[in-house]
């Protein structure tokens, strides 16, 4: 297999954390996502991936997109330990967590999306900021009350393994504390955020980490 991912990439952080859980370590090459105005727009890219987004994991003959989709096929294709552990209503609540922040968080703080703040919008630094800390604030909020009033939460979000939703929160952490937000108000997001930094695959797929981290 071969990952194209970058460093700071919260998406790719997802798929780099899954595949250390599963013991699989793919081929790297590394996608600059702003060097020469971002390797994501180059021909060969594009044709990999039309959207233009990191990350892609190429299987075979096979390119996948999506970090989500990523994930669900590492963990079809390589079952333990399960991201999706459970019942079917196990289940429904981890999938709930992870898309609370793939889907409604992370894509209005993409990196396109403040870019276009700043070009064509106008919008000033301070302002990109108030714009990704206020939807980081509204997010991690719900979130911080879904694991808090829910007795299924465990050391991680859903019991005592890592599943699919630790693996898209500990990225988002990230990115938060990259941008200075507030953390203070989620204790229970960082006492799960800790658990899961003790775990080597995490640790291991932090940004900083990274062969290509600057
Ligand atoms: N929903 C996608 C999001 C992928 C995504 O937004 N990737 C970002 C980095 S985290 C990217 O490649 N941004 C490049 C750009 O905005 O031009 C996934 O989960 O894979």
Redesign the pocket.
């Known amino acids: 297999m071969q990952l194209f991912d970058?460093f700071r990439?919260?998406?790719?952080f997802r798929v780099r954390i899954g595949l250390n859980l599963k013991g699989l370590a793919p081929e790297r090459h590394f996608v600059h996502?702003t060097k020469g105005g971002?390797q994501?727009f180059d021909a060969a890219f594009t044709k990999m991936n039309p959207q233009?987004?990191?990350?892609v994991l190429v299987d075979g003959a096979e390119a996948i997109?999506?970090?989500?989709a990523i994930l669900e096929y590492l963990d079809e294709t390589h079952p333990e330990p399960s991201f999706l552990p459970g019942s079917p209503i196990d289940r429904a609540r981890i999938r709930a967590l992870s898309l609370a922040i793939?889907c409604d968080l992370?894509?209005l703080n993409?990196?396109?999306v403040l870019f276009y703040l700043k070009d064509p919008m106008g919008q000033s630094e301070d302002a990109r900021n108030t714009w990704y800390r206020h939807w980081v604030a509204k997010g991690l909020s719900a979130f911080e009350t879904a694991l808090k009033e829910d007795r299924r939460t465990g050391k991680f979000c859903h019991g005592d393994t890592p599943t699919l939703a630790d693996i898209c929160l500990v990225p988002q952490i990230f990115n938060a504390k990259r941008l200075e937000c507030p953390l203070d108000p989620y204790p229970t997001v960082m006492r799960v955020f800790d658990a899961c930094m003790k775990v080597p695959a995490f640790d291991a797929a932090q940004p900083m980490k990274q062969p290509d981290a600057e």
């Open positions: 970058y990439s919260s998406a790719s996502l971002g994501q233009q987004l990191v990350p997109s999506q970090s989500l793939a992370h894509p993409n990196l396109r």
